[in-house]
């Protein structure tokens, strides 16, 4: 479903806290619900747009109709820019309730040119941008399943501000994150089933998970083996009924 900025009734003002209140003044925020369409590859780029609440995908679809993800945003990520004035990728909201605020460009632009503290917020959001597209290029460069998943964790454990904590919320499905690193999403399942039955993590629900040793994420980022399997009679069971991939 494509989000209709125009005609919403959902259409809100929220306070502008990183930047400027001319920024602020030129923002229309919407509420969109999982699965609906930001913009679409193909389309002009006639706006910026930063998450205020939720998270979005942004993905691509080949001609043969495989899908890649190349980016998840999450609150005060900025995205929307463009090459010649066309998105060359589509936008998604992941989470029901996300809140999107959307900034005309060539309004974002003469204030980014004028404005100070616009100027140096855009340069961390580039240079934001860029950390994550290096981070997803280390993850691919993993060989091995278990590997990619692993850094893929730990990546989004420090994005998502888990670095310090074990509790990690996952807003993308297993299709997601398959498609994120470039793996069939039977292959993300047996990994995370591996590190599952190792007690590496533990699945707090369909989408969050506990890392419970983290030293072995690690390792097994780096092409190290998970600890020794032992036997849990109520862990047996739980690989059987299929938890480790809703």
């Excluded at 340069?123 to 290029?137: E, G, H, N, T, V």
């Excluded at 030293?215 to 083996?225: D, M, N, P, S, V």
């Amino acid at each position: 479903m494509m989000v209709d900025w125009a005609s919403s009734s959902e259409i809100v003002r929220i306070p502008w806290n990183r930047t400027s209140a001319a920024m602020e003044r030129a923002a229309a925020v919407l509420r969109c619900e999982a699965g609906d369409s930001v913009y679409r590859c193909g389309e002009a780029s006639l706006y910026w747009y930063r998450i205020v609440n939720g998270a979005v995908r942004k993905c691509m679809l080949s001609a043969d109709g495989h899908r890649q993800v190349v980016d998840f945003l999450l609150p005060e990520n900025l995205f929307g820019f463009a090459e010649h004035g066309m998105h060359r990728f589509s936008a998604e909201a992941l989470s029901p309730s996300t809140l999107i605020a959307r900034y005309p460009r060539r309004d974002a632009e003469r204030l980014v040119e004028c404005d100070p503290q616009v100027s140096r917020w855009l340069r961390r959001q580039a240079l934001d941008s860029i950390s994550r597209l290096q981070a997803r290029a280390l993850i691919l460069g993993r060989t091995g399943a278990l590997a990619r998943v692993s850094a893929f964790l730990l990546d989004w454990a420090e994005r998502s501000g888990s670095a310090r904590s074990d509790v990690i919320s996952l807003p993308m499905s297993r299709y997601d994150i398959a498609d994120y690193v470039c793996m069939a999403v039977e292959t993300v399942c047996r990994a995370l089933t591996v590190l599952r039955e190792h007690q590496v993590i533990a699945l707090c629900a369909t989408r969050s998970l506990r890392i419970c040793d983290r030293c072995a994420l690690e390792r097994a980022k780096e092409g190290g083996q998970p600890p020794p399997l032992r036997h849990n009679p109520s862990r047996d069971s739980a690989s059987r009924s299929g938890v480790g991939c809703p």
